[in-house]
Nanobody, 116 residues
Framework: QVQLVESGGGLVQAGGSLSLSCAAS????????MGWYRQAPGKQRELVAT???????NYADSVKGRFTISRDNAKNMVFLQMMNLKPEDTAVYYC??????????WGQGTQVTVSS
């Protein structure tokens, strides 16, 4: 069964922190590079962080130094630690394979709202 379940979003003040979690089905997660994406209102979905099966990470410039992606290969889970949040980080956050596209299966996402 294909499944992606994101959680951990919420409302936080600027400068605050949030931790997101994603439970993925084995068919999506296993040995694949995974990523966190976000979509702000009126904007296209963008890839903000990726992690390979071996733990190598990459970040968009906009979140570098503030976000940390990690994964638990035994539990098919991906995490995103977000620090020093800014209002422009407000978006619905999704996890998926790093090569996902608009036609891929997507979960419901988790809303992150950062107030100024």
């Amino acid at each position: 069964q294909v499944q992606l379940v994101e959680s951990g979003g919420g409302l936080v003040q600027a400068g605050g922190s949030l931790s997101l979690s994603c439970a993925a089905s084995r068919s999506i997660f296993s040995r694949n590079s995974m990523g966190w994406y976000r979509q702000a209102p009126g904007k296209q979905r963008e890839l903000v962080a990726t992690i390979t099966s071996g733990g190598n990470t990459n970040y968009a410039d906009s979140v570098k130094g503030r976000f940390t992606i990690s994964r638990d290969n035994a539990k098919n889970m991906v995490f995103l630690q977000m620090m020093n949040l800014k209002p422009e980080d407000t978006a619905v956050y999704y996890c998926n394979q790093a090569t996902a596209w608009s036609g891929s299966y997507w979960g419901q996402g988790t809303q992150v709202t950062v107030s100024s």
